[in-house]
């Protein structure tokens, strides 16, 4: 989908801001939405498929995992920012989706960057950017996060370049069980 003008649900400020840094090195502006999404416990592309479904067209949704060797994390992310001492010393994925719905079509992005879980450094960033030290680097993201070094800067490079992972169906309705912030 090309153009220049592009919204994004999300209530993470941090998460905003550093979108909207992408975007706006693309010469894009993006705005925000803020509509309270309840999600589905499901793999991350039905996640983020159920997560874009439930919106209008072309409004981009985000959703963050973190895969640590040995760990059933998925997208408990929040969970797990309780825990990360335990997973020191082992490697990690940081995984973004970023995806809109385009008539009965989800469009799929993604970003990753492989690293290692380590003791907390550094005071920028947010979630788990303090713990992780992305390969070839040697400051974790809360120390330093060159674009070179940040999944969400691949999602949008994917996105923008229109370079879909996955394109697949909306998934207006679900029967399956949902995460913890569900509240009904």
């Given at each position: 989908m090309k153009h220049s003008h592009w919204k994004l649900n999300t209530s993470n400020k941090g998460k905003l801001e550093e979108f909207q840094r992408l975007f706006a090195k693309h010469g894009q502006t993006l705005h925000a939405s803020d509509e309270d999404l309840n999600e589905i416990?499901?793999?991350?592309?039905?996640?983020?498929?159920?997560?874009?479904?439930?919106?209008?067209?072309?409004?981009?949704?985000?959703?963050?995992?973190?895969?640590?060797?040995g760990?059933?994390?998925?997208?408990?992310?929040r969970w797990l920012l309780d825990h990360l001492p335990r997973y020191i010393?082992?490697?990690?994925?940081?995984?973004v989706l970023l995806a809109y719905r385009q008539?009965?079509?989800?469009?799929?992005?993604?970003g990753n960057l492989s690293g290692t879980i380590v003791e907390p450094k550094?005071?920028?960033g947010f979630g788990f950017d303090p713990v992780f030290l992305p390969e070839r680097?040697?400051?974790t993201l809360a120390q330093?996060?060159?674009?070179?070094?940040?999944?969400?800067?691949?999602a949008v490079e994917a996105l923008l370049k229109g370079e879909p992972w996955v394109?697949?169906?909306?998934?207006?309705?679900w029967q399956g069980p949902w995460q913890r912030n569900h509240s009904g």
């Open positions: 416990d499901a793999d991350p592309i039905r996640v983020i498929a159920h997560k874009a479904s439930q919106l209008g067209e072309n409004i981009l949704v985000e959703d963050t995992t973190l895969e640590i060797e760990a059933s994390i998925g997208v408990n992310i010393g082992r490697k990690a994925q940081w995984i008539g009965e079509k989800v469009f799929i992005y993604k550094g005071s920028g680097a040697e400051e330093s996060k060159p674009d070179a070094f940040n999944a969400r800067a691949k394109i697949h169906p909306c998934i207006k309705t």
